[in-house]
């Protein structure tokens, strides 16, 4: 191509969205975690996981092969501001383009290709909320699934929401594209308005009907999240009620032992407690995996780096933010619904996805 030819096309069109990446690694060398710099300087993450073959199956071949699965981000920041979730601590900066969810896949496509690996998954569970940037995401979820782009199937992309009703709603009327997470965190409401904030206006019932409509449409299990948070959400209590929720459901639960977060109060429930939490609900019928959690040493937790560059939050603003979660965590113990309105970025936020009647 004539070097002019060449210069005027990379001047009319941008090729790359992202600015820069620096890449931590952790897990030695199974966990790769990449903070992008896009156009306007806003700071998004992804993170690479690798795991590898496992069992035999016979004749040489693994029962599971392997896989790389990486971990995207929809928005900057997130309104949501779960209280346990370093990205919710950050709030919201904007929504990301099409080409930037992209374009996060392909840098991570990019470092495999030399060792001639590929990404096997992808998971919409890093910074934001993928269904309050639903056009984007379905865009880019068209992309991915493309065999002429990275031709990943429906089973191999997770779309995680905190609970967005009518988003669901709208994947369901769309069919099977990928497969749906639920961040559910508490099956009671009292506890859930405190931990997932968008509860206060998608109470868990909605929340787990619109879900089983989607696994009844689209034939898919959906998986539920539950960060397992010690002596907030991880008593037999919670256990039970769990299991009631989701009896008779064709639906997985992931338990996840809560990253640290510096302004939380909250510490990860212990491995026995995890445990016997996984039990309880499996004596209730219902599948459940407990999840190991990667990076922790490259600060992998959902929005950690981004918030480490921010910069380092002031003590009495992490004291305040502390009592103002237990405050909120004690009313929630005695059984009492917030009556807290929505933050003003997530209200905007929800009214302008809310559907026509
Ligand atoms: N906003 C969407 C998707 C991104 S969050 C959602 O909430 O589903 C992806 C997952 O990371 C969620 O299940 C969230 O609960 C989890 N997560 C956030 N903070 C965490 C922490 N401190 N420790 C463990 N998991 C965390
Ligand atoms: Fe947002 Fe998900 Fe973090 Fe909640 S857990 S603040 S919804 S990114």
Known sequence: MPAALKAEIDKSFRVDTIEANDVSVSDGGLTEKTLHRLGDGQLVESVLMHYPARGFAGAGRPLHRERHTLCIS???????GCPFCATGELGFGRDLETAEIVDQVRHAARRLAPSGRHLTNVVFMGMGEPLLNLDRVLESVEILSDPREFGLGARHIVVSTSGVVPGIRRLTALGPQF?????????????????????????????????????????????????????????DIDADALARLLRGDLAHINLIPMNPVAHTPWQASSPERVA???????????????RANRGQDAGAAC???????AGEPAAPAVA??????????????????????????????????????
């Open 74 to 80: 929809s928005q900057a920041g997130c309104a949501v």
């Open 179 to 235: 497969t749906l997470a639920i961040s559910l965190h508490a099956a009671r409401d009292p506890l859930r308005d405190v931990l997932v904030p968008l509860n206060r206006r998608w109470p868990v019932a909605e929340v787990v009907a619109a879900a089983r409509d989607h696994a009844r449409v689209t034939g898919r299990r959906v998986s539920y999240e539950y960060v397992m948070i010690s002596g907030v959400n991880d008593t």
């Open 320 to 357: 305040r933010r502390r009592e103002s979660i237990i405050r909120a965590s004690e009313a929630a113990m005695l059984g009492n619904r917030s009556t807290e309105a929505l933050p003003a970025d997530l209200e905007a936020a929800v009214a302008l996805r809310r559907p026509r009647r």
């Open 276 to 290: 016997q939490f996984a039990e309880r609900v499996r004596h209730g019928g219902i599948g459940v995996t407990v």
């Open 303 to 309: 929005g950690q780096l981004a918030a480490n560059r």
